[in-house]
């Protein structure tokens, strides 16, 4: 399991104009805290420990909505890792978030991967 300065040092390093930009490190560790005690930061490491990919969610109670804040997947397999998980934790929810800048509904990449 990684560590908390593990998950830190990930973004920072692969950080890019699309994902935590303009957030500084005091930022990203806040935004890392609160996806934590959410339980909706979801990550994927190799068989060396090293961290390959991670989206950090937030999870919206009313509309049953599991958000994309931050997407560092890194590859389709680290996306469809996501998608599984949050889909097991939260059932009956929709994921969505920002894809080149408008809002998306994911439920047909979802019906494609399963």
């Known amino acids: 399991m990684p560590t908390f300065k593990d998950l830190i040092d990930f973004i920072v390093a692969n950080k ?7 957030y500084d490190i005091s ?6 805290q609160e ?3 959410d339980n909706c930061l979801y990550y994927s490491m190799d068989s060396a420990g090293r961290i390959t990919g991670m989206v950090l969610a937030r999870v919206s109670e009313p509309s049953k909505t599991v958000w994309v804040e931050e997407n560092l997947a890194m590859n ?5 890792l996501f998608v599984r998980r949050a889909k097991f ?5 929709t994921i969505a978030g920002f894809k080149n800048g408008k809002c998306k ?3 047909k990449f979802i019906e494609r991967i399963n």
């Open 89 to 93: 934790q939260f059932p009956n929810y």
């Open 16 to 22: 890019s104009n699309k994902t935590f930009k303009e």
């Open 27 to 32: 930022q990203i560790a806040f935004m890392v």
């Open 105 to 107: 509904n994911f439920n």
């Open 35 to 37: 996806a934590l005690g």
């Open 76 to 80: 389709m397999n680290n996306l469809k």
